[in-house]
């Protein structure tokens, strides 16, 4: 059982920057994918970013080159990054861990709200 707790959301002007955190419970940490997602007003939930056991990062074309995703973990956490924030990246974002080889998701954190003006 993984436990997943965000933080660092708030609210911040368009060009701005935010980091979240995703501190995670368990000692197996450092074997699971970690991933971001969020879920934009009146929207689906939509993968932004995900970091693998190997430090391997990809991302959603909309945040390339403006998030970066990380894990330390020797504190149990994963990182992402958000610079040149827009608008549209306002949402609540959660993230999520997976054993490498999974399909999907099975732990999920209770999401953090980002809210970015214009």
């Known amino acids: 059982q993984v436990q997943l707790v965000e933080s660092g959301g708030g609210l911040v002007q368009a060009g701005g920057s935010l980091r979240l955190s995703c501190a995670a419970s368990?000692?197996?940490?450092?074997?699971?994918?970690m991933g971001w997602f969020r879920r934009p007003p009146g929207k689906q939930r939509e993968w932004v970013a995900s970091?693998?056991?190997?430090?391997?990062?990809y991302y959603a074309d909309s945040v390339k080159g403006r998030f970066t995703i990380s894990r330390d973990n020797a504190k149990n956490t994963v990182y992402l990054q958000m610079n040149s924030l827009k608008p549209e990246d306002t949402a609540v974002y959660h993230c999520a861990a997976r054993w490498t080889g999974a399909v999907s998701y099975d732990y999920w954190g209770q999401g953090t709200q980002v809210t970015v003006s214009s």
């Open positions: 368990g000692r197996t940490f450092s074997s699971y994918v």
């Open positions: 970091i693998s056991s190997g430090d391997v990062a």
